[in-house]
């Protein structure tokens, strides 16, 4: 059993938070500036959420790799973090980079991006954070179990670890989530809390959603209206792994939403108290309209296909392979798939790869149409069936995109 | 004088003039760490610098690595002197402490009406309160 000690008030003014002797040491720097501070982070954190522990977590999730999205200041944190020699004691994983680790130059990166972005996952690599750059690492052998607290970072994988597992995170951020993977610790509150995990809105789904863009638009659909609220979808016939994070990603891009529950199909959604539900709504055809609709802005010639977000799993590529049976892509039409590199690793994947590259659909791995700044740069006119992409790449203005399904795409693009 | 009570997140009593952007702040393409500049077009702060300021504002926006920008304002000493916001959420809290950049909250009144950037304060996270003199 372990003593619970008070936080020191004079410090830094810790108010109701409890800690462990453990916690209490790491806290008073005996592991080290570095570990201070971290650890003081997650308990300030915690406190201004009304958490009064810290609990431990079984892995951490990291985002903040791409030098697109973390630039030069990451260099001093590392900094900070290198002169004690931090090391993250959980299993931790790395979200998406800025680019291909190998085939970067065929995206068409720069070698100084490249430069930086190679120091930066060096330096997560030597605090023991496994380079696996994807934003699904369910996909690959990292499921986490019911009711396992973890601390993840990507948006969509947040979702994903509560929805579908029944795991419990919240939706850490990429700083947060690196503390609590070096301390093993982090505040309990938010979705560590059964209390916090329950639906206030049921979403009556009379559209019919087939497509993983029409798990996308409903996801999308519903984070912009009511964001940040946990909802129970009812009514959805199918949901494997591949269509429940196209509706989450979408869902937590468009509005924050980090958990949801699907009647039949979620752990959580047999059990749960729909005592709190406040309000029902439906989604039909016309909101389903709406949304593609709303992406659907390529005027010109369409010069990128962009699939993968999130990353796509062996069956995703496996459908584009299928679909496009005999056609192939045409001239002057890029397509571009992002997926993790542990999937493509072994013999059946290769084949499949080599065989798409034959029909002119390119494979790329460790990133994203979202956190790579070629994609945004370089391809103005562009095809999705991820309501994410599409959210992330029209924000700066300078990109038109189109929602469609992977059938419709191919049937644009290919010949 | 005028005193406003607060929520203290990162302690530190300090004295400055206040800078007070009156819209949410991204500290992440918002805010340049190397020179304190803010960077963002739509702020009406748009290049100015915070740095040894006490910057004022009413919550953060944007990505989490925003704490990472906080921490390299003060590594490059362009840190603002103190940070006041209306609601602390992660990106700040994480920032401020990494940085060691004193951070209050919650006060009684909207910080970007009732101070004014130019206005000197005293923050004083001993007492909870900050002390604005108006000039």
Same mark, same amino acid.
């Given at each position: 059993m ?5 936080t020191k008030?004079?410090?830094? %003014? ?12 790491m806290?008073?720097?005996?592991s080290?500036?570095a ?13 201004v ?21 973390? %630039?030069?200041?990451?260099?001093s944190f ?24 190998k ?16 120091r ?8 023991g954070?496994?380079?696996t750059l ?6 690959? %052998? ?9 601390a993840?970072?990507e948006s ?27 301390t ?10 059964k ?10 789904v009379?559209?019919?959603i087939n497509?993983?863009?029409?798990f ?6 519903y ?20 269509q429940?994070?196209?509706l ?11 958990h ?13 108290d ?6 029902t ?7 389903k309209?709406?949304i ?8 010109e ?11 796509t799993?062996?069956?995703?590529i ?8 005999d056609?192939?892509?045409?001239e ?6 992002f ?8 013999d ?5 790869l ?11 791995t460790?990133?994203c ?5 070629v ?16 959210f992330?790449l ?6 038109k995109?189109s ?8 049937e644009?693009?290919?010949? | ?20 952007s009156?819209?949410?702040?991204s500290?992440?393409? %918002? ?32 990505s ?6 906080i921490?390299g ?13 209306n609601?602390a959420?992660t990106i ?5 402490i ?22 000197k304060?005293v923050i004083?996270?001993?007492?909870n309160?900050i002390?604005?003199?108006k000039?």
């Amino acid at each position: 059993m372990s003593i619970q000690y008070r936080t020191k008030q004079k410090e830094y %003014g810790a108010v109701n938070m409890f800690l462990n002797k453990e916690q209490q040491k790491m806290l008073d720097g005996e592991s080290g500036h570095a570990i201070a501070k971290l650890i003081q982070l997650i308990v300030k954190i915690g406190e201004v959420n009304g958490a009064t522990k810290l609990i431990p977590i079984k892995n951490a999730q990291i985002a903040g790799v791409s030098y697109l999205t973390v %630039g030069e200041p990451i260099f001093s944190f590392f900094n900070m973090l290198s002169e004690d020699n931090v090391k993250v004691s959980v299993p931790s994983w790395l979200n998406p980079a800025g680019m291909d680790m190998k085939k970067w130059k065929e995206m068409g990166i720069k070698n100084d991006f490249a430069e930086k972005q190679r120091r930066i996952i060096q330096q997560y690599q030597e605090m023991g954070i496994q380079t696996t750059l994807t934003c699904t690492p369910y996909l690959i %052998g990292h499921k986490p179990k019911f009711g396992d607290h973890l601390a993840w970072s990507e948006s969509s994988a947040v979702s994903i670890a509560n929805a579908y597992y029944g795991a419990r995170t919240n939706r850490e951020g990429g700083p947060s989530s690196l503390a609590s993977a070096i301390t093993g610790f982090t505040a309990d509150y938010g979705l560590h809390k059964k209390e916090n995990r329950v639906p206030r809105i049921v979403v009556n789904v009379k559209a019919t959603i087939n497509h993983f863009s029409d798990f996308s638009a409903l996801g999308y659909w519903y984070g912009e209206k009511f964001h940040g609220i946990i909802p129970y979808f009812t009514s959805i016939k199918n949901a494997n792994i591949d269509q429940v994070k196209m509706l989450g990603a979408a869902m937590a891009a468009s509005g924050s939403v980090a958990h949801f529950h699907i009647a039949k199909h979620t752990p959580e959604a047999e059990k749960v108290d729909l005592s709190s539900v406040s309000e029902t709504v439906t989604f039909d055809e016309s909101d389903k309209k709406q949304i593609y609709s709303h992406f659907n802005q390529t005027k010109e010639r369409v010069n990128l296909v962009a699939i993968g977000c999130p990353h796509t799993s062996i069956e995703d590529i496996k459908l584009i392979d299928s679909s496009l049976g005999d056609k192939s892509i045409k001239e002057g039409i890029k397509f571009w798939v992002f997926s993790s590199q542990k999937l493509m690793q072994n013999d059946k994947a290769k084949k499949l790869l080599t065989n798409l590259e034959e029909k002119g659909v390119k494979i790329f791995t460790d990133t994203c149409m979202v956190v790579s700044p070629v994609v945004r740069e370089n391809y103005k006119n562009i095809l999705t069936n991820s309501a994410k992409a599409a959210f992330y790449l029209t924000r700066e203005g300078t990109n038109k995109i189109s929602l469609l399904s992977l059938s419709e795409i191919i049937e644009r693009v290919s010949e | 004088m005028k005193t406003i009570k607060i929520r203290t997140i990162v302690e530190g009593t300090v004295e400055g003039v206040a800078l007070v952007s009156p819209i949410p702040i991204s500290f992440f393409g %918002g805010v340049d760490a190397e020179t304190g500049i803010i960077t963002d077009s739509e702020n009406p702060l748009f290049g100015e610098s915070l740095t040894d300021k006490i910057f004022v504002f009413p919550e953060s926006k944007g990505s989490t690595v925003g704490s990472y920008v906080i921490y390299g304002l003060s590594v490059n000493n362009v840190a603002p002197l103190a940070l006041i916001a209306n609601k602390a959420e992660t990106i700040v809290i994480a920032g401020a402490i990494l940085a060691n950049i004193p951070f209050v909250d919650k006060t009684e009144h909207d910080v970007t009406i009732t101070i004014k950037t130019g206005d000197k304060l005293v923050i004083d996270t001993t007492q909870n309160i900050i002390k604005l003199k108006k000039e």
